[in-house]
């Protein structure tokens, strides 16, 4: 069983350039979140799903996109990278309640210089 | 604003000591939930206390809520070197306020 998986583990952009952060479960639950976390400011929600069809806005939204066609899959996607959005990205899912018992992925750290 | 201090900030120890680490707000959760995060990896529930007063024990692990589910702790027993990481703290909002909020975490570092 492979939880939560997400790629890549690194990578490097360049102002401006754009990219998709991978995330995908298969442990058929419901909610989905992203979350970035940054020394000393904690893990912040970005964005979340609480189904298929369904995303919503977290904390700090701004400058990035999700989207969720299927119950396995929470892509998030930065269009414009900015050196703000520079910090390590953490997909997780859960079941039954909302925001109960978070299974996160690995992470993924991201430098925009 | 809801917030949840985790205190202390820092830790270093020798293994087999005890230690206890905590989590405190002025606001009341439903439930708070521990993680633990070891460098390069995501954060790993560890338990979920949700009635006041509760006592939750997981090995050499013990978790207290609060009586009035605003604060909680975490004591180790004899602790050891796999016990090393952040300790994480989150806590979901009461009544429709279902917004976790999380605090920034205790770094331990058990040395063998």
């Known amino acids: 069983n492979a939880g939560v998986t997400q790629t890549p583990k690194f990578r490097i952009l360049k102002i401006g350039q754009s990219m998709t952060l991978q995330c995908t479960q298969d442990?058929?639950?419901?909610?989905m979140y992203w979350y970035r976390q940054d020394p000393g400011m904690g893990l912040k929600l970005i964005y979340y799903s609480v189904g298929a069809g369904i995303t919503d806005k977290g904390e700090v939204p701004n400058g990035y996109n999700v989207s969720r066609s299927t119950t396995e899959d929470f892509p998030l996607r930065l269009e414009l990278a900015a050196p703000s959005q520079t910090s390590v990205y953490f997909c997780a899912s859960s079941y039954g309640q909302f925001n109960e018992k978070l299974f996160f992925g690995s992470g993924t750290q991201l430098s925009v210089l | 604003t809801q917030l949840l201090e985790q205190s202390p900030q820092f830790l270093s120890i020798q293994e087999g000591e005890n230690l206890t680490v905590y989590c405190n707000s002025s606001?009341?959760?439903?439930?708070l939930q521990w993680y633990r995060q070891e460098p390069g990896e995501g954060p790993v529930l560890l338990v979920t206390?949700?009635?006041g007063g509760e006592v939750k024990k997981l090995k050499r692990l013990t978790f207290q809520f609060g009586d009035a589910r605003k604060d909680s702790s975490l004591h180790i027993t004899a602790a050891q070197p796999g016990d090393t990481g952040l300790y994480l703290c989150?806590?979901?909002?009461?009544?429709?306020?279902?917004?976790?909020?999380w605090g920034l975490g205790t770094s331990l570092a058990v040395n063998p």
């Open positions: 606001s009341v959760f439903s439930s």
């Open positions: 989150a806590g979901e909002g009461a009544g429709n306020n279902r917004k976790l909020i």
């Open positions: 206390v949700v009635t």
């Open positions: 442990m058929n639950h419901n909610y």
